[in-house]
């Protein structure tokens, strides 16, 4: 929405500073927005040459052959071909079965250290609009002085320069489709992308090497839980160690666990 001028006739000097800032955020959120969206579109657009350049060099090479070749008597399908190359329409029956199909299960993309950095910037651009949209409401509001414009300015600008501890937080209300689509085009999922850095990049996760009391405790608790409900685990184990983290030790720390599935409820 564009936002036009301020009328300043018959209004303090203090007033029209106060309407010329708040103009002034109007038009800054509206840049960003713009900026960011101007940003996505080249990172799609680098994402597609790319994608076009891998595709150009494994472009398969069919060798060339004569159009006799086609008329030869065949024994592989399709069986029903006529002097066009043209097969019949599917009957009903293939049409149904069609339908009926099996759910194909794809083997989840592989998660690559440029993913990872990715994640991150996006997990804390929407931290940080996240802490910040409250005090940007409070600037926009009609009762607010200019000193506190200032005080609330500053305060953004404190929240752009907090460490990564305090803006890499893991927070199930952050909006992990708009990070998916963002940051991988949504070549990972939003569910991929919450697991990922729930239990691999949040800074709360203790990535040490694991300590034989330690390891001793999991396997308590693991007999404790019969091998279940690795989430309540993990929180009582109290080491910043993920439900992930716990089941792997596990498994590879104890010969109770032989078998190759294990289920994460």
Not at 16 to 28: A, E, M, R
């Amino acid at each position: 929405m564009e936002v036009g001028y301020p009328n300043t006739r018959g209004i303090s000097v203090l007033e029209q500073l106060k309407l010329c800032l708040s103009h002034n955020i109007q038009l800054q959120a509206q840049l960003e927005a713009f900026l960011k969206q101007l940003d996505q579109a080249l990172k799609r657009n680098a994402d597609e040459q790319a994608k076009a350049e891998i595709l150009s060099k494994n472009q398969i090479r069919y060798p060339k052959c004569s159009i006799m070749s086609f008329m030869k008597p065949r024994a592989k399908t399709p069986y029903f071909v006529d002097m066009n190359l043209k097969c019949p329409p599917r009957n009903k029956d293939a049409e149904e079965m069609k339908d009926k199909l099996s759910e194909v299960f794809i083997n989840p993309t592989i998660w690559l250290k440029n993913d990872d950095k990715k994640l991150i910037v996006g997990v804390r651009q929407k931290n940080l609009e996240r802490l910040s949209r409250p005090i940007q409401q409070r600037m926009l509001l009609s009762d607010v002085t200019i000193d506190e414009l200032k005080e609330l300015q500053a305060q953004i600008t404190e929240l752009k320069t907090k460490n990564a501890h305090q803006l890499l937080v893991h927070s199930d209300d952050l909006d992990w489709n708009t990070i998916a689509y963002e940051q991988f085009n949504s070549e990972h999922s939003a569910y991929d992308c919450y697991l990922r850095y729930k239990h691999f990049l949040q800074a709360s996760v203790n990535h040490k090497e694991w300590m034989p009391n330690e390891v001793w405790r999991l396997n308590e608790l693991a007999k404790k839980y019969d091998g279940y409900n690795w989430e309540a685990i993990a929180t009582e184990l109290n080491t910043g160690r993920t439900a992930v983290q716990c089941l792997r030790c596990y498994k590879t720390s104890s010969h109770l666990l032989s078998k190759k599935y294990v289920t994460f409820h």
